[in-house]
């Protein structure tokens, strides 16, 4: 699932960076790891988001970066270190072999500036959080359908649904994992960019991204591929949200992930690398100055906005039988 909620905010990093602490997650009952054939391992089956019946992906995620901040409009500019932490729950829950129950369990984003203590930033609450929600598709095919599991409850809008199943729909995947082709240790491969489609809440991104097969390792006891992913991607953000202008996105790093060769989901993904943000926004909308307030028609206030940072992401899964 690799955190698609994540993926909504205004910036969603994506896979990690060196090996397994002691507090990486693993599967309570990991389903048996078959032994690769004379070609190798097939580390993704179709889209593979959906656990197998009977069991249920727990994941928790910690964004946190620093960098500076820095903002241009009429009156000047100016910019200011910075410190975010974005920590995130959430779980897929298999119902049947075609149907899950997603749910945000818990998500806090918190920033500070110019070294005072971060603060939540109420703003980027979203609506999903402790609402669960219906995923119907077929792990082959890959077409994914969102529903409210209560009708009654409206308050995830139709808007947000769509996005979530946008997300689902537009998962990379299957060309990351090797296009379900067999894969071993020391093989190499490239993702082309019109595979990455909606990574990391980019739109049709450009640049590069690879992947090697590092080893064979277990993981607290289960089987895992352990790959290194490297990306240098540059591209407009796909989730930006009414009052940005646009918004473009660059992002370079290198992951490590520990990916169960049973169960074929990350187990421990952890990623490090730098993030640039720059776009123009709304700050607001000011009547003219030639005009009096009351005749006049306000006219927008646009600001130029740079972040540069640096990241580390982690994110754990494991897998609990129900």
Same mark, same amino acid.
Request: charged share 35%.
């Given at each position: 699932m690799s955190c698609l909620i994540a993926a909504c905010s205004k910036k969603a990093a994506t896979a990690s960076g060196s090996g397994p602490g002691s507090a990486a997650a693993t599967s309570s009952n990991p389903a048996p790891a078959k032994a690769a054939g004379s070609d190798g391992y097939v580390l993704v089956r179709g889209a593979r988001l959906l656990p197998r019946e009977g069991f249920k992906?727990?994941?928790?995620?910690?964004?946190?970066?620093?960098?500076?901040?820095?903002?241009?409009?009429?009156?000047?500019?100016?910019?200011q270190p910075f410190t975010e932490e974005v920590d995130q729950h959430e779980s897929l829950e298999a119902?049947?072999?075609?149907?899950?129950?997603?749910?945000?369990?818990?998500?806090?984003?918190?920033?500070?500036?110019?070294?005072?203590?971060?603060?939540?930033?109420?703003?980027?609450?979203?609506?999903?959080?402790g609402k669960p929600l219906l995923v119907d598709g077929d792990d082959e095919t890959g077409i994914y359908s969102i529903a409210r599991e209560s009708e009654a409850d409206r308050t995830v809008d139709v808007k947000t649904l769509l996005e979530v199943e946008r997300l689902f729909?537009?998962?990379?995947?299957?060309?990351?994992?090797?296009?379900?082709?067999?894969?071993?240790?020391?093989?190499?491969?490239?993702?082309? %960019?019109?595979?990455?489609?909606?990574?990391?809440?980019?739109?049709?991104?450009?640049?590069?991204?690879?992947?090697?097969?590092?080893?064979?390792?277990e993981l607290e006891g289960t089987p895992c591929a352990v790959l290194k992913f490297s990306f240098d991607l540059t591209a407009e953000s796909a989730t930006y949200t009414y009052f940005w202008k646009e918004q473009k996105i660059a992002l370079k790093g290198e992951s490590t992930c520990y990916r169960s060769l049973a169960d074929q989901v990350d187990l421990d993904l952890r990623t490090m690398g730098t993030?640039?943000?720059?776009?123009?926004?709304?700050?607001?909308?000011?009547?003219?100055?030639?005009?009096?307030?009351?005749?006049?028609?306000?006219?927008?206030?646009?600001?130029?906005?740079?972040?540069?940072?640096?990241?580390?992401?982690?994110?754990?899964? %494991?897998?609990?039988?129900?």
């Open positions: 992906f727990v994941t928790h995620v910690i964004d946190v970066s620093k960098g500076t901040f820095s903002i241009k409009n009429e009156g000047g500019e100016s910019s119902l049947s072999a075609t149907r899950a129950r997603y749910l945000l369990e818990d998500r806090v984003r918190k920033r500070g500036y110019s070294g005072r203590e971060a603060s939540e930033m109420l703003s980027d609450r979203v609506p999903l959080k729909n537009n998962n990379s995947s299957f060309a990351i994992y090797g296009s379900g082709k067999p894969r071993k240790p020391g093989d190499h491969w490239d993702v082309h %960019r019109l595979d990455l489609r909606d990574f990391c809440g980019l739109k049709d991104p450009v640049g590069t991204f690879s992947v090697e097969f590092l080893r064979i390792e993030r640039t943000i720059q776009g123009s926004r709304t700050a607001g909308r000011q009547p003219s100055l030639f005009k009096t307030f009351r005749d006049s028609p306000k006219e927008e206030v646009v600001e130029e906005t740079r972040e540069e940072s640096t990241f580390t992401y982690r994110q754990l899964t %494991r897998i609990e039988k129900r």
